[in-house]
């Protein structure tokens, strides 16, 4: 209803409310920026043929990286989450699949830059540029973009009832952009779909 978007709305400029639900995420924040300190750490490996062979039949869809960038508006809309005990849940279990995801990137450290090479020029060249570097290609199995889009995607949908097609469908449009925009294997996305349902059903059991 139109008055629970604009209770939704005015909860999240409230400034006192909104400052104390960013200090409750700032862990979370802090511990995705660590995801740059990964290749610091291993260097990279050359990654299983069998995931080059399935990715060189899919087709490159250029436009696909927009939603690419959902991913980072993802991290902030756990400010819609108003009840307290509901956001540490969820900064709780969003900072487990982080963990769980960094474990695998440095015991099994497989490169990306063999599907990356898969971009063609194209007219939104400057957003492949902005995230992709020549010293970070680890960012593999599983896909983090997926796992915390779709977290956030299902726990605000389920906070949200009203807006949950808007959540769903930008958690499943982040999936099918990190291979479809070539920044992942697609067996990264099915992997951090498992992992976000996984995150999503430990929430819902916790409440």
């Not at 690419?68 to 009840?83: H, M, Q, T």
């Not at 969820?90 to 995801?101: E, G, H, N, P």
């Not at 099994?108 to 570097?133: G, H, Q, R």
Request: glycine share 4%; net charge negative; with cysteine.
């Amino acid at each position: 209803s139109w008055s629970h978007l604009a209770e939704s709305v005015h909860s999240i400029f409230d400034p006192m409310n909104y400052t104390e639900r960013a200090g409750l995420i700032l862990p979370f924040w802090l511990l995705s920026s660590c995801y740059f300190l990964i290749p610091f750490i291993r260097d990279p490996i050359d990654p299983p043929a069998l995931l080059i062979t399935i990715d060189n039949v899919i087709p490159f869809v250029w436009w696909m990286i927009i939603p690419y960038y959902l991913y980072y508006v993802a991290l902030f809309l756990p400010l819609l989450i108003s009840e307290r005990s509901r956001l540490q849940g969820f900064v709780s279990i969003a900072m487990q699949l982080l963990l769980i995801s960094y474990a695998v990137f440095i015991l099994w450290p497989i490169t990306c830059e063999t599907v990356m090479k898969s971009v063609e020029p194209n007219p939104l060249m400057y957003l492949y540029d902005a995230v992709e570097f020549s010293w970070l290609k680890q960012n593999a199995l599983p896909s983090v973009h997926v796992a915390i889009s779709g977290l956030t995607g299902l726990i605000l949908a389920n906070e949200r009832p009203d807006l949950k097609w808007v959540f769903w469908i930008g958690a499943l449009l982040v999936f099918f952009s990190t291979f479809l925009a070539k920044q992942h294997f697609m067996a990264d996305g099915i992997a951090g779909s498992f992992l976000a349902i996984a995150g999503y059903q430990l929430w819902k059991r916790s409440f």
